[in-house]
């Protein structure tokens, strides 16, 4: 099993940009996240997903988009890219909305 | 004032050491998770805590739930030890993680 994928690892992107990190999870998971890690501070979610189908915000989900396109898949949309989103993303999936989380290796986004 | 807090932010440590990081939270949690992030940059859960304590290997996780505390211990460290240990507590009845900024660990051989 290949746990909690991302692609991709690394993006470079101009300002205005759009472009959409993608997510996938071959554990069967219910749940899945979107983080973002800034230096100096700890993880943030940007949106969570509790069942395919539903979404929710997190706590900076300012020009941000998700979609779960279905159990396996969830994906992160920066519609206009702004530098203050430089950042690692980081996705996430656990069984039950309140068990244990697995990451992905991370995207590491640099907004010029 | 954080929700979060660990203490120490950086620690480096001769091979062989015992280490021990803290972490204390203000709010009311349903769990907390230890998790361990490499410099390559993946996140690895170590532990999930609601009350006592538990080990995994050189590793050991302890909670006090009444003081709002947990600490997490390596026994006999090693330079592949080396990473940043990051507490995460749960909120009561939430999916939510509250993410501390991370202690960064450095073993030297």
């Known amino acids: 099993n290949a746990g909690v994928t991302q692609t991709p690892k690394f993006q470079v992107l101009k300002t205005g940009q759009s472009m959409t990190l993608q997510c996938a999870q071959d554990?069967?998971?219910?749940?899945m996240y979107w983080y973002r890690q800034d230096p100096g501070m700890g993880l943030r979610l940007i949106y969570y997903?509790?069942?395919?189908?539903?979404?929710d915000k997190g706590e900076v989900p300012n020009g941000y988009n998700v979609s779960r396109l279905n159990k396996r898949e969830f994906s992160l949309r920066l519609e206009s890219a702004a530098p203050s989103q430089t950042s690692v993303y980081f996705c996430?999936?656990?069984?039950?909305?309140?068990?244990?989380?697995?990451f992905g290796p991370g995207t590491r986004l640099t907004v010029l | 004032k954080n929700e979060v807090e660990q203490s120490p932010q950086n620690l480096t440590a001769q091979e062989g050491e015992f280490i021990t990081i803290n972490c204390s939270y203000s709010?009311?949690?349903?769990?907390l998770h230890w998790l361990q992030q490499h410099p390559g940059g993946g996140i690895v859960s170590l532990f999930m805590?609601?009350?006592g304590k538990k080990k995994h290997g050189r590793l050991i996780a302890t909670i006090n739930i009444q003081e709002k505390h947990s600490s997490l211990h390596i026994t006999a460290s090693h330079p592949r030890d080396s990473a940043v240990y990051i507490c995460?507590?749960?909120?009561?009845?939430?999916?939510?993680?509250?993410f501390g900024t991370g202690t960064r660990l450095k073993v030297l051989a």
């Open positions: 996430a999936s656990s069984d039950l909305s309140r068990a244990e989380q697995f």
């Open positions: 554990m069967n998971h219910n749940s």
């Open positions: 997903s509790a069942s395919e189908g539903t979404t």
């Open positions: 709010v009311g949690i349903s769990a």
């Open positions: 805590l609601s009350s």
């Open positions: 995460a507590p749960q909120g009561s009845g939430t999916y939510k993680y509250i």
